[in-house]
C-alpha cells in the first residue's frame, strides 16, 4: 500500500495540470462528487474563470467533455481516484495547494458563490446561464418553458444550408474539436488522412468516429484521398509543401476518381460535410488541394468554409 501511495505522489508531480484541476476541484466539494455534479461544478468554473482547463461541447445531458472522463480513468489507474461510478478521491494528498495562486483563490471562490447546489438545481443553472450547451440535450423541457425554448432555438441552432467545410485538428482538443463542428451545424466528417493515427488523444481512427458517432454525427474515412506517409517523408527539409501538393494534384488524385465521385456524391446529398486533416491552417495541409480539385468538377456545386 505505501508503494502505491508513493507511485501516485510521484505521478502527481509530473500530472497535467488540467488533472491537478480537476482534483483540487473534488477535493474543495468535499473528496466526493457525482459523476453530473462533477461535470457541471467543472463546467460553471471553467465557464466562469475564462479558463479552458476542460473544453466542453453540447450533448444530450448538456455540456459534456470527453477529456474529464478520459482523465478519470487515468487518475483511477493512478490510484488517485477510486474505482467507483462517481468522482471520488483515494488520497489525502492536497491538489488544492498545487494549484496556481489565482486558480486556489477563484477556486475556492467558485466553490463560496456556489454552495451546496447539486442535481437538478445545479444542471437548471447551468442550463440557463448557457443555453447554447443544451441544443442537444434530450432534458431541456424539464428547465426551459415552451416559449424559452423557442427562443433559445432561435438564438443557438446551427445554419442548415448545404456546404462543405474544411477543417484541422491542430491545437484542439476532441472536445473543442466536436464543438467546432457542431456550432457550425456539420452532420457528416469525411476523414482524409491517409493513415488516421495521431498522438493527440481521441483523434486515432476508432476513438475518433465514436466521439463523432456519439456527438450525433456520421463518420466516414476514405484513406486513398489522403498522402501516404512517404510522400510526406522530409516535409520542411528536403520536400516543401508547395511540392509535395503538387505531386499530389499531379500524381495521386488523377488515380482517384472513384473516390473524387464518391465525395461529390457525398457533398450533393443536402448536408454539412467537413474534410478532416490535421493543420489547423488549410494552406499547409493537402485538403486545400482537394476541394480545388472537387471545384473542377462540373458536378460539385457547394460553397467551401475553412474553418
Known amino acids: ?83 467507483v461510478d462517481d468522482f471520488q478521491l483515494s488520497t489525502k494528498h492536497s491538489y488544492l495547494k498545487e494549484l496556481t495562486q489565482t486558480d486556489k483563490a477563484a477556486l475556492l471562490r467558485f466553490k463560496s458563490n456556489i454552495g451546496n447546489l447539486r ?13 447554447q450547451y443544451t441544443l442537444r440535450s434530450k432534458i431541456a ?6 416559449e424559452e425554448l423557442k427562443q433559445r432555438q432561435f438564438a443557438f441552432t446551427p445554419d442548415t444550408k448545404p456546404a462543405v467545410f474544411s477543417i484541422g485538428y491542430e491545437g484542439l482538443t476532441i472536445d473543442a474539436f466536436l464543438n467546432k463542428l457542431i456550432v457550425n451545424g456539420i452532420t457528416t466528417v469525411v476523414d482524409v488522412r491517409n493513415n488516421p493515427q495521431s498522438m493527440k488523444y481521441g483523434f486515432s481512427k476508432k476513438s475518433f468516429k465514436q466521439y463523432i458517432e456519439n456527438a450525433g454525427m456520421r463518420y466516414i474515412h476514405i484513406p486513398e484521398l ?55 491552417d488549410h494552406h499547409f495541409c493537402h485538403r486545400h488541394t482537394l476541394i480545388e480539385h472537387l471545384q473542377e468538377h462540373k458536378s460539385f456545386k457547394r460553397a467551401v468554409i475553412h474553418l
Open 1 to 83: 500500500m505505501q508503494c502505491k501511495t508513493m507511485s501516485a505522489i510521484i505521478k502527481a508531480d509530473t500530472m497535467y495540470y488540467r488533472r491537478k484541476i480537476l482534483l483540487a476541484l473534488i477535493e474543495v466539494f468535499g473528496g466526493s462528487l457525482q459523476s453530473t455534479d462533477c461535470e457541471k461544478l467543472l463546467f460553471n468554473f471553467c465557464q466562469q474563470t475564462g479558463k479552458n482547463h476542460y473544453d466542453f461541447f453540447p450533448h444530450k445531458f448538456g455540456p459534456f467533455s470527453n477529456m474529464s472522463y478520459y482523465d478519470k480513468r487515468i487518475l483511477v489507474s493512478s490510484g488517485l481516484l477510486k474505482h
Open 226 to 280: 489522403g498522402i501516404p506517409s512517404p510522400m510526406r517523408k522530409g516535409l520542411g527539409e528536403s520536400v516543401s509543401h508547395k511540392a509535395l501538393f503538387k505531386a499530389y494534384e499531379n500524381k495521386l488524385l488523377p488515380k482517384q476518381e472513384t473516390e473524387i465521385k464518391q465525395l461529390i456524391d457525398l457533398t450533393n446529398k443536402n448536408e454539412r460535410i467537413a474534410l478532416v486533416c490535421f493543420e489547423a
Open 141 to 146: 423541457d424539464k428547465h426551459f418553458t415552451a
Open 119 to 131: 442535481g437538478d438545481a445545479l444542471v437548471k443553472k447551468t442550463y440557463r446561464e448557457f443555453p
